[in-house]
């Protein structure tokens, strides 16, 4: 089975700090992807990867950036937290056969004071 | 440009009743259309897909036909049970390329 893994279940940063969040995959995927989920508004892309040091802008990337250094792994970063980034953060990445089922990690609750 | 629309939540139902949770999409090509859950804690996991018209997705009593005609993917069960309490989410790929389109997401609560 696909496992997607997050560095961390749930976090809490003060305002302006600098945060990363970090995924891996184990099946060799060259897409992920980073989500936050907010009541109300369901799950949000703020950032892609098509591979290894590709990356491409989601829906909502102001406050983001994101690196892809190795194949497994890709990470989030807030370069410096705000209280309006207090989400669920979901990393997925995508198999290769078609239909392309997009595979989650368990998700990073982010609390920023 | 491409959407999912999915009915709002809550929806609360005792034990072994029906459920019905709809979803009508909008998509200009023949996309592929998922149903995905996410337990309490949990990350979201696919529930079931469809990848063309009249298919008919099915996993764990949970059932949802691709309905061209109606742009619809409606998720049905026959007899719900108290761990199928989550949200649902109805979702679509276009399969030119990665991107899943995701609805707002719909949350079901089971009374024992």
């Known amino acids: 089975d696909v496992k997607v893994t997050q560095s961390s279940r749930y976090l809490v940063k003060r305002t302006g700090e600098k945060v990363f969040l970090e995924c891996v995959q184990d099946m060799d995927h060259e897409n992920m992807f980073w989500y936050r989920q907010d009541p109300g508004l369901g799950l949000r892309l703020i950032y892609f990867s098509y591979d290894v040091k590709m990356k491409e802008k989601g829906d909502i990337p102001e406050g983001y950036s994101v690196s892809r250094e190795k194949k497994e792994r890709f990470s989030l970063i807030l370069e410096s937290a705000s209280t309006n980034q207090t989400s669920m953060y979901l990393c997925?990445?995508?198999?290769?056969?078609?239909?392309?089922?997009?595979?989650f990690g368990p998700g990073t609750r982010l609390t920023v004071l | 440009g491409n959407s999912v629309t999915q009915m709002e939540g809550p929806v609360t139902l005792s034990e072994e009743a029906f459920l019905t949770i709809n979803c009508t999409y909008t998509a200009t090509g023949y996309p592929s259309l998922f149903w995905y859950v996410q337990y309490p804690g949990e990350g979201l996991q696919l529930l079931l897909k469809?990848?063309?018209?009249?298919d008919k997705g099915s996993n764990k009593g949970f059932e949802a036909t691709y309905r061209k005609e109606t742009t619809s993917f409606h998720l049905e069960k026959g007899s719900v049970q108290v761990s199928d309490s989550a949200v649902y989410f109805c979702a679509l790929s276009e399969n030119r390329d990665d991107k899943i389109i995701f609805g707002k997401g719909t949350r079901l609560h089971i009374l024992p």
């Open positions: 997925a990445s995508i198999g290769t056969l078609q239909p392309k089922v997009q595979f």
């Open positions: 469809a990848t063309k018209a009249d």
